[in-house]
């Protein structure tokens, strides 16, 4: 029977990060069933057409240039008492440590007509291909639910490629997991401009049809309808079904482990710090579990690659005997919708309010010094604890990428910074860059705060 020092299951960013990380300085076997590990961020933009769907593919030598061995094939069952996992097809496998990263499946909601065909998520190469597909084959219209960051990646991919595009949310308005209305407000706009049909306070509530979706019922007695012309490309070939996908969230893959000890909740494996488990040697990273957040220490939801890839460090590191621990989830993100790029970190305002007493600021300049070419604006809106002055948030729309932005803001975040320290926060100007030096937008947002404060 082979033995590693250290047994991953999964293939996706966490288990790459292990072999990354580890460099053949212990033995690691990473175990995955699928032939390629995906690029799923760049998943939206294969379809869009701005990439090849090969381009989407993980080359297998991110593993094995690692020093790391690669088995494809699917753990069926973990023997924690005789530190085995059993397989599909290489029979019996012994670790030193096992490491749990089996990442999230989307949810696709327990409704009326979920397995019509044409119902779909959006996560897997196969997902990926089949959409693909129907597109190329004159996909006419589908129905994207959940407005989300994927969702609205995808939607407009479809818009982009001639596809009547409906999108469909329970909510006030898109994104708001990310940012608040106000920051949001103009892209949305601009979303709908682009001629994405939204459709905001909508449920789905069940999907009808013969064998093929052709027809989703929102719970305000709307009906998007798909016909027949919807669904072929030409007269005389063969019929394709309509397209609904939903992007309603993940659920963590922890199937595997109902029937065992190892201690699971809503969200995923439970974790403490060090990414360790109730289990004697045995860790889990990423998708598949539940920490908490950066600011608060209660659980929240953070299925992201952005922490899946620092958790899984972590716990490479303390492999090879360093002592690091995991600070937690603050969850920064962004996407970029037509022309605007958004982007937002930490609690928006909404949530903020649940947990502190907040106050807000905003600043708006150019992206470079308004008398170069090619500026354009961008706005930040800053949220801080009154009694603190710490700041427990951030969101930015511009016309340029934001992503840098999102990061200082968290970086603040994470580390304590309170407005203070922020309004003597040293920057830099180039007038292609940033605005002029008089001014900075983070300094000018935290003044803002301040001064409210003190009013
Ligand atoms: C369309 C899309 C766009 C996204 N965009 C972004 C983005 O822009 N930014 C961002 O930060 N995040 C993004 N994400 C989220 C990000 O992809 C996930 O957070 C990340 O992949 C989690 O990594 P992971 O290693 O924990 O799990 P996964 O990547 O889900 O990998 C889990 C692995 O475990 C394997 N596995 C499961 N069960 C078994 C078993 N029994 N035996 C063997 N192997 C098993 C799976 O096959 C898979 O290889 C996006 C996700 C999607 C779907």
């Given at each position: 029977m082979n033995k590693y020092d250290i047994l991953v299951i999964g293939g996706g960013p966490a288990a790459i990060t292990i072999a990354k990380t580890i460099q053949g300085k212990l033995s690691v076997g990473i175990i995955r069933p699928e032939d390629h590990s995906m690029i799923y961020c760049a998943m939206p933009y294969a379809i869009e057409g701005l990439l090849p769907f090969e381009k989407t593919l993980k080359k297998d030598a991110i593993v094995t240039e690692a020093k790391a061995s690669l088995i494809r094939d699917k753990v069926t069952k973990v023997n924690f008492h005789a530190k085995t996992v059993e397989t599909e097809k290489s029979g019996e496998i012994a670790y030193g440590k096992l490491v749990i990263a089996t990442g999230a499946t989307p949810v696709l909601p327990p409704i009326p007509g979920r397995d019509l065909n044409g119902v779909m998520t959006f996560k897997t190469a196969n997902d990926l291909q089949r959409i693909m597909e129907q597109v190329d084959n004159g996909l006419k219209k589908a129905v994207v639910v959940g407005a989300g960051a994927i969702g609205i990646e995808l939607a407009q991919a479809l818009n982009e490629r001639n596809v009547e595009t409906h999108l469909v949310d329970m909510g006030d308005y898109i994104l708001p997991n990310m940012v608040d209305y106000g920051i949001v407000e103009r892209t949305q706009e601009s979303l709908i401009k682009s001629g994405v049909k939204l459709h905001l306070k909508s449920k789905v509530t069940a999907l009808q049809g013969e064998t093929v979706v052709e027809e989703v019922l929102l719970e305000n007695m709307q009906i998007i309808h798909f016909d027949q012309m919807d669904h072929c490309s030409e007269a005389g070939t063969a019929i394709l079904p309509g397209l609904v996908v939903f992007a309603v969230g993940m659920k963590p893959n922890i199937e595997l482990f109902a029937d065992t000890d190892l201690?699971?909740?809503?969200?995923?494996?439970?974790?403490?710090?060090?990414?360790?488990?109730?289990?004697?040697?045995?860790?889990?990273?990423?998708?598949?579990c539940q920490f908490t957040s950066g600011i608060t220490g209660e659980v929240i939801s953070g299925k992201l690659a952005t922490n899946a890839v620092p958790m899984a460090r972590v716990l490479a590191n303390n492999f090879l005997g360093k002592d690091r621990t995991y600070p937690g989830f603050f969850n920064g993100t962004a996407t970029r919708i037509g022309d605007f790029y958004i982007g937002g970190t930490g609690f928006s305002e909404t949530t903020a309010r649940k947990h502190f007493d907040v106050e807000v600021g905003y600043a708006e300049f150019t992206t470079a010094f308004p008398i170069m070419p090619d500026t354009t604006k961008i706005r930040l809106k800053l949220i801080a604890d009154k009694n603190t002055h710490k700041i427990v948030g951030g969101q930015f729309v511009s016309g340029k990428p934001v992503t840098d932005k999102v990061d200082k803001i968290t970086m603040a975040i994470q580390y304590g910074i309170t407005l203070e320290q922020l309004v003597n926060f040293s920057y830099s100007a180039q007038p292609y860059q940033s605005f002029y030096p008089a001014h900075n937008l983070i300094v000018k947002a935290a003044e803002s705060i301040l001064r409210k404060i003190s009013s």
């Open positions: 201690k699971t909740e809503r969200d995923g494996i439970v974790v403490d710090n060090k990414l360790a488990t109730n289990i004697d040697s045995v860790y889990a990273a990423g998708d598949c």
